[in-house]
């Protein structure tokens, strides 16, 4: 349904911003120390380059997860500060073993450095923008390419968080059972993610209202023509 001109840009930002109070609420172990001091700057996404917040949009939409939320979960579980862009992305190729995190430039060295640490003997390693153990989730993946393709790594990751809320009947609890099961693990981890899921719905909202705002002026200008 097409809204008329005449309605104007405070009509239109009232409605979105009704819709966005009636959008589902919500709430979601590799952050530094370091990065937790920074978090009041994660607001402000990088404007380009890799960043898994800026995959999961079609994931949430699929599983039914609420807006931002695997965008909340990638920045806790990936995340990691590119001092190029001033800003903290979700890496995609992020590996976690051995009690450390490690970023790759690419895919084809993730790769590399897990089938390296398998040959090791070591089994507990997470991977990719969502962190999925392998070791848990032994079946999650074909083969160790996908496991670091960044969509099948969410999309795997997004079933997960569906299955959990689906047993849980809560969303908070999706979200720490998505770490562990084990409440004193879980609920440090909820804490967090809820925070990272509140800055990124500020900035998905911020969006939207500047879409709006670009939308109505265009409109106004092709009005005056």
Not at 90 to 118: C, E, I, K, S
Not at 129 to 144: E, G, I, K, R, S
Not at 177 to 194: C, D
Request: some cysteine.
């Amino acid at each position: 349904m097409a809204i008329r001109r005449s309605m104007g840009l405070g009509f239109i930002l009232g409605l979105l911003l009704g819709w966005l109070a009636a959008a589902p609420q919500a709430t979601a172990r590799t952050i530094s120390q370091g990065a937790e001091n920074k978090e009041e700057n994660m607001l402000d996404r990088p404007p380009g380059g890799l960043d898994c917040r800026r995959m999961v949009g079609a994931a949430e939409a699929r599983h039914r997860i609420p807006s931002e939320m695997l965008a909340a979960i990638s920045l806790a579980e990936s995340g990691r500060w590119k001092a190029e862009q001033q800003a903290f992305v979700a890496w995609p190729w992020t590996v976690y073993a051995q009690g450390r995190g490690r970023h790759f430039p690419d895919q084809a060295a993730a790769v590399t450095a897990v089938r390296a640490l398998l040959a090791q003997g070591v089994r507990n390693i997470d991977v990719g923008c969502m962190q999925v153990n392998l070791h848990y989730h032994p079946n999650a993946f074909d083969t160790l390419q996908e496991a670091l393709n960044p969509d099948a790594n969410i999309d795997y990751a997004a079933r997960l968080l569906r299955r959990l809320y689906l047993r849980h009947r809560s969303w908070t609890q999706a979200v720490a059972h998505y770490h562990s099961a084990t409440k004193a693990l879980n609920k440090p981890y909820r804490r967090k993610v809820m925070r990272l899921w509140h800055k990124e719905r500020r900035w998905a909202n911020s969006q939207r209202r500047a879409m709006v705002q670009a939308a109505y002026k265009r409109r106004r200008a092709a009005s005056r023509r």
